[in-house]
């Protein structure tokens, strides 16, 4: 297959999806797999399936449409508020949306009924983070008027965190929307799911962190990586190097550590800065950020050192490696969540899935 490629181990993603929803089973929790990241690839959806997943969930209609495409028949969940030009698409193929906007659902159940369907949607709480979200002092009013949309099936109440603001996911900010269950259902609203967060919260399980009262969580990177990346903890006996990011060097010269000549910014905006190290040997590899988010790249020989990157040249170092590289020769790296995000959604980056 042609370079630069990602290379996917089927079995390690196989062994993290195991791993992952047989902990939260044990603790009363359903796991939706979140397919955003890999385009729902069909071949990541096998192993998302294959170790245990029965619902998964989307915040792009596109990737949900390539998910029935490929024959999968479970609930899938649109994890991204509906846009108003969407809705149609979204009660065709998904079965459960994410939402925060009345007007939103009232145009949601107008075509519901058109389409002669019912709906569901969990209404998301901001519980700090400030990215989507209802207010919790607003929830309650929220869901009573809600009640109006008879082809519209409200489930239950989700929680994002980490993902703008930093905030970590705690017993406290999951205790909110929990709180918000007993409230609701005074009112004679029931509540089936309370969805406690994405992969950050997997971390909370492992450590009995969660209110009982949770009983869904959203993974993906989880899953790929087997990371909770905003706390920058592994999760237990989950593999971090599922994926890896394989590219060709197509030159290697000994030059100075320092650009010659005046300094101004670089096609980025950024104004590039050097420490002098002396005559030093690179190499320069065929991919870029036009393919993928460089900082989130690790070299997998650790005596190699990434300079930088232009939009399609990866200039590395390799000066104290003890490998031998050679032009034609290909270098080889493990990836961030942002690094596969990106490179998954590059035309330029083939994919390979290893069984």
Known sequence: MAVPKIEVNFEKLVHNVDVITSKCKEKGISVMGVTKAVLAHPRITDAYIKGGLEELGDSRIQNIKRLR??????????????????????????????????????????????????????????????????????????????????????????????????????????????????????????????????????????????????????VGEGFLLGMDSVRELKIPNTHQDAFKLVAEIIEIKQKPSLPEGEIGKDPFGNVPEFTDQGIRTRAIAAV?????????????????????????????????????????????????????LSAMTSPYIDIEVND
Not at 159 to 177: E, K, S
Not at 197 to 211: A, E, H, I, M, R
Not at 295 to 307: H, Q, R, Y
């Open 69 to 218: 495409d490929y024959g999968f028949t479970g609930e899938i969940t649109l994890l991204r508020s509906p846009m108003q030009s969407e809705i149609s698409d979204v009660i065709s193929f998904a079965d459960v949306s994410l939402v925060t906007e009345l007007k939103t659902l009232k145009a949601m159940n107008k075509e519901a009924k058109l389409q002669n369907k019912e709906h569901s949607y969990i209404v998301m709480v901001d519980v700090g983070d400030r990215r989507e979200g209802i207010l919790p002092e607003k929830f309650v009013e929220f869901v009573q008027k809600a009640q109006a949309y008879e082809n519209l099936n409200f489930k239950g109440i989700g929680l994002n965190v980490g993902c703008f603001g930093g905030v970590l996911p705690t017993f406290r900010n999951a205790q909110i929307i929990a709180d918000l269950k007993q409230e609701i259902e005074k009112k004679g609203i029931d509540v089936s799911v309370l969805s406690g967060g994405n992969s950050c919260g997997v971390t909370l399980v492992f450590n009995d962190g969660l209110p009982k009262e949770i009983n869904q969580l959203r």
């Open 288 to 340: 870029g950020k036009q393919d993928v988010s460089i900082e989130g790249l690790i070299p997998i020989d650790n005596k190699i050192s990434i300079e930088g990157a232009s939009s399609d040249h990866l200039i590395i170092d390799i000066t104290d490696s003890q490998c031998t590289y050679d032009v034609g020769e290909k270098v080889e790296f493990n990836m961030t969540y942002g690094a596969v």
